[in-house]
C-alpha cells in the first residue's frame, strides 16, 4: 500500500493550497481516509476525515477553512485549504483506515508526508 502525499509549498498567510494524495495497492473505496498534521515540536494532529461515502468531519481548527474530499474513481483524497495563517505549518499526512474509528486513533496506513510552511 502506498499514499502519496503531494501539494506542500510555501504560501503567505492568507493563501491557499492544495494537498493531494494518491493511493496504490488497496481497494481505496473501501476505506475512510483522513488528513492529519504534525507541526514543529508537536504531537501529530488529526484535520479532517472522510468516509469512504464521503460523509466529512473538520477539527475545528480547521472548520470553515478547509475542505476534504475524494474521488473514488482516481483513488485521491485531497485537502484544500483557504485562509491559511502560520499556525498551519506543518507537515500534513494521509492516512487510510478500514473504519472512521481507526482513521481517528491509530490508521491502518500513512502518506509520507508533504511540507506546509505559512509565512506571515
Known amino acids: 500500500v502506498q499514499l502519496q502525499a503531494s501539494g506542500g509549498g510555501l504560501v503567505q498567510a492568507g493563501g491557499s493550497l492544495k494537498l493531494s494524495c494518491a493511493a496504490s495497492?488497496?481497494?481505496?473505496?473501501?476505506?475512510?481516509m483522513g488528513w492529519y498534521r504534525q507541526a514543529p515540536g508537536k504531537e501529530r494532529e488529526m484535520v479532517a476525515h472522510?468516509?469512504?461515502?464521503?460523509?466529512?468531519y473538520y477539527t475545528d481548527s480547521a472548520k470553515g477553512r478547509f475542505t476534504i474530499s475524494r474521488d473514488n474513481a482516481k483513488n485521491t483524497v485531497t485537502l484544500q485549504m483557504n485562509s491559511l495563517k502560520p499556525e498551519d505549518t506543518a507537515v500534513y499526512y494521509c492516512?487510510?483506515?478500514?473504519?472512521?474509528?481507526?482513521?481517528?486513533?491509530?490508521?491502518?496506513?500513512w502518506g509520507q508526508g508533504t511540507l506546509v510552511t505559512v509565512s506571515s
Open positions: 492516512a487510510a483506515g478500514r473504519t472512521l474509528v481507526v482513521v481517528r486513533t491509530s490508521p491502518d496506513y
Open positions: 472522510i468516509s469512504s461515502g464521503g460523509l466529512t
Open positions: 495497492g488497496l481497494l481505496f473505496g473501501n476505506y475512510d
